[in-house]
């Protein structure tokens, strides 16, 4: 599990270089919460495809507004 930290450079680290590198891994689940885009929300990404470096699924889900 991963919290995403503010920032644009944090942002492409969490949001695209870890999502590789965890995929490539085969870290079999990767949870992200990002209480710092637009709504708010926690991605869930599983069934890493190592060979590619992504996910065959990602469910993203907003998180409830306060």
Same mark, same amino acid.
């Given at each position: 599990?991963?919290? $995403?930290?503010?920032?644009?450079?944090? %942002?492409?680290? *969490?949001?695209?270089?870890?999502?590789?590198? &965890? =995929?490539? $891994?085969?870290?079999?689940? &990767? /949870? @992200?919460?990002? *209480? &710092?885009?637009? %709504?708010?929300? /926690?991605? @869930?990404?599983?069934?890493? %495809?190592? +060979?590619? =470096? +992504?996910?065959?699924?990602?469910? /993203?889900?907003?998180? $409830?507004?306060?």
């Amino acid at each position: 599990m991963e919290v $995403a930290s503010p920032g644009k450079r944090n %942002q492409d680290r *969490d949001h695209v270089r870890k999502r590789r590198e &965890y =995929a490539r $891994a085969g870290i079999p689940v &990767y /949870v @992200l919460i990002d *209480d &710092y885009d637009d %709504q708010g929300a /926690v991605t @869930l990404f599983t069934g890493p %495809q190592p +060979d590619k =470096a +992504d996910w065959e699924d990602v469910h /993203v889900s907003p998180t $409830a507004p306060t």
